[in-house]
């Protein structure tokens, strides 16, 4: 498709002057750029394409950067991208060192936060309309919330400080009744049965400017005038939800026609009142297996551009979430007491066909992560049931506090199975979890463990509600090795010896133990043997184990896929410091102190040091080993 526009645009300026039927053929280059590129290196798919005309309309309207677009969670963004001068680097959208696939202010002026958790827009836009009002200036700040927005308590809370004399404060509000997943709750509802008419809204308006005029009695008629309004619209419609935090609302508008959108944008430029304008889009537009498959094509991977149809996965081993999937599945047929919660995360956590076969026993909360784990620690009340807790770990730092007061202050055995623990490659830095050992391991009473593979994965799922205490799988979403063999039951703080060797003591968390396993073969042709501790366990530690082994054992790596300051590194160094082991020299591998950036696994571990030569160098070098194995003599030869 030649880019007859998109190629031309270098800054929003580019199109202001675009007549309606450019714009609309702008929008279908734009659309064909996404799904051109998206093809290739996967990504936010769905919810890209269903923004194309409301992201127009927003700069065709508004002077960006001047004026402040602030998009929640901002996977969407991939559009504002295009027109905000990243064309060019296009291509290499969540690819390593290219651009970020969320809003990233050092990435563009245009962009300013670095977002990727929902709910967060409402309030960075009050804060900075603040900012604005109390330094005088006159731009407008725009946030661009989802519906699925509305279930999260900290856009609930930014709702509830609006005030009726915010000026040049628009929300958009973009409906299409779906996050990930589709959206639960009763929140949802009242956006489906909102009928208010924008020519009303405005009609209103602007009669209530007149009447607050009239000398004396102006303002007391308007108060009485939004009373009379608001009941009126109580009967066809809950529109008056908004309009009691203090928003006017407009809507619903169709998302997807540039001009209606356009021209309802210029129409509340000088609102007195802080607005918001309901639009509706579909998720995939301009792409039908998109549109079929909202849920698949959210964060899409790669496709054929031809038929919309995914690529075949490059590798038949299952992924650690579709084994936790698969199993939990099994345990619930078993036990009528299994119950899991969600907090809009059951497709990506691999429930669906949980839910599917006993929906009131796989619980989706929508974007309500703190609620998420209070509500388990409810359920589990009683000791009649069994809950786990599918979350993110990235997600699960949202609900510090409930983790604490909520189940291990009331020694409750909710047992969290913490998805995509570790490098979340494209995703980058808002998505990384790199984070929860150590909050988690500060808890009291709490249990962390990580499975090195899905055979061990399944044991801890089948052993961790006999311990009767918090517990915490925590596992990446990768492909890992499976078995069918009996399973064994985990004993509590246990860890296992993998291969042992008498020089160097490697101890590795989870799925780095296979680094590790190639490090001792690096090691050993060196001449350099080496011990693999898999501990199994972070918290607790396998305490008998580990200093049995450090009385044969002087030099101890750590290797993990985490935070190094706070995890299991951090925790064998006390563990050291208290046992009195003072003698031992401990190399620890994990992530730097830093914000990593997205890239492909493999180009990130590269980057920190995390492969299995990159950790042998350092270890021959730190600690100044020789190699063992002596070259051949060389012969003198005989004149």
Known sequence: MTMRFLSAIQSPEDIKSLSLSELEELALEIRHRIIEVLSV????????????????AMHKVFNSPQDKFIWDVSHQTYVHKLLTGRNDRFHQIRQFKGLCGFCHPKESCHDHFHAGHAG??????????????????????????????????????????????????IVILNDNAMSIS?????????????????????????????????????????QQGHKITESLKNLVSPAAYFEQYGLSYIGPIDGHDVKKLIDVLEGVKDSNWPVVIHIL?????????AIKNPVSYHGARPFSRDTGKFLPNPTT????????????????????????????????????????????????????????????????????????????????????DNVFHDICL????????????????????????????????????????????GHVLKELMESAFSWK????????????EDSDEPLTERELGKG??????????????????????????????????????????????????ICRLLLTHQKVVTIEEHSAASGLGSILNNFLMRQGFSNVQVLNFGIPETFLDHGSHQDLLNEIGLTPEKIVRQIVTCFNLRSAVHPPAIQQSRM
Do not use: W
Request: proline residues 6%; glycine residues 8%.
């Open 496 to 545: 296992e010896v993998l291969i042992e060797g008498k020089d160097i003591l490697l101890i590795a968390l989870g799925h780095m133990n296979s680094v590790a396993l190639k490090a001792h073969a690096l090691l050993a042709e060196q001449g350099i043997e080496s011990t693999v501790l898999d501990p199994v366990f972070v918290k607790p530690l396998d305490a008998d184990l």
């Open 469 to 480: 205490r918090p517990t915490a799988i925590r596992y990446p979403n990768m492909a890992t």
């Open 317 to 400: 081993k299952p992924t650690f979430p579709k084994i936790f999937g698969a199993h939990i599945l099994k345990m619930a047929e078993k036990d009528p007491s299994v119950v899991a919660v969600t907090p809009a995360m059951s497709a990506g956590s691999c429930l669906d066909e949980f839910m599917k076969k006993f929906p009131e026993r796989c619980l989706d909360v929508g974007i309500a992560e703190s609620h998420a784990v209070t509500f388990s620690g409810g359920i589990a009340y009683g000791g009649k049931m069994k809950v786990v807790t599918s979350i993110y770990a990235t997600f699960l730092q949202r609900a510090f």
């Open 281 to 289: 889009t579909r998720k995939g537009e301009g792409m039908d297996e």
């Open 41 to 56: 290196n996967g990504g936010h798919l769905a919810s890209n394409l269903g923004v194309v005309e409301l992201t127009l």
């Open 120 to 169: 967060t827009a409402l309030s960075l836009a009050l804060g900075v309309a603040k900012n604005r009002d109390l330094t005088k200036r006159q731009e407008y700040i725009i946030p661009v919330i989802g519906d699925a927005t509305l279930t999260c308590g900290l856009a609930l809370e930014a709702l509830n400080n609006i005030s009726r004399e915010l000026k040049r404060f």
């Open 410 to 453: 009331q020694e409750l055995p909710v047992i969290f199975a913490i998805d995509r623990a570790g490098i979340s490659g494209p995703d980058g830095s808002t998505h990384h979890g790199i984070y929860d050992i150590s909050f988690l391991n500060a808890m009291p009473n709490m249990v962390i463990s990580q499975p090195r593979n």
């Open 182 to 222: 589709k959206n639960v709750g009763a929140i949802t509802h009242i956006l489906s049965r909102l009928l208010s008419n924008p020519t009303t809204n405005k009609i209103f308006q602007e009669l209530d400017t007149f009447i607050s005029k009239i000398p004396s009695y102006g303002p007391l008629l308007s």
